[in-house]
């Protein structure tokens, strides 16, 4: 079968989550929902700068690889379980941003401690309960801890998403970094009194991230 423009979309996202520092080695993995049903994910374990369309694997719904030569990255129940919860949605990012992941060993919600983050993400994002990594249990977690959220935003793909999501993970981790955890909440408060937004403008792939990221564990360098 040859590669469908959903397969350079993910590819192209997987590059520039990288580029843009959002994650590290082969941590961190995308999906996209093709037109016949399947999605396609980037493998585990290989670097993005190396990677290749034909790297790409497509599984289906329930998990089955349908195509491909490599091992689909070890988080296909998540991206899984949030396209089950949210059929018009067409990709996830998760990604490891490192501040966010801060918050996520502490197992803190990550407050909107400045504008931006209110307009895209759409209020504070809430840490997921703990499941082990690759789990049903795990997907099944982020999918309720992004219940209520709104309606996330069923774009086009994760380029779509590219340019906003970098808004935030850089500023997220330096209250907590300074030791003031407490502080950002209060700040977030305050934001949002001052600048109401309605939820539907949240993203699902930094929504996403988050609610995974923050499940208690550290990512590792080389997982995907």
Known sequence: MPPTPQHELVLQAAKDMLRQGLTEGTAGNISMRLDDGNVVVTPSSVDYDLMTVGDLVVVDPDGNVVEGERPPTSEKQLHLAVLRAYPDINAVIHSHPVHATMF???????????????????????????????????????????????????????????????????????????????????????????????????LISPRGRAARGRSGAAPSPRRG
């Open 104 to 202: 996520a060993v502490a197992h803190l919600d990550l407050p909107p401690v400045i504008d931006e983050f209110l307009v895209y993400c759409g209020g504070e994002i809430r840490c997921s309960e703990y499941a082990p990594s690759g789990s049903k249990e795990l997907g099944e977690a982020v999918v309720k801890a992004l219940e209520g959220r709104g309606r996330p935003d069923p774009g086009q793909g994760p380029p779509r998403h590219g340019a906003r999501r970098p808004c935030c993970p850089h500023r997220l981790g330096r209250p907590l970094a300074r030791g003031r955890a407490r502080g950002p909440r209060g700040r977030g408060e305050a934001v949002r009194r001052r600048l109401p937004v309605h939820a539907d403008h949240a």
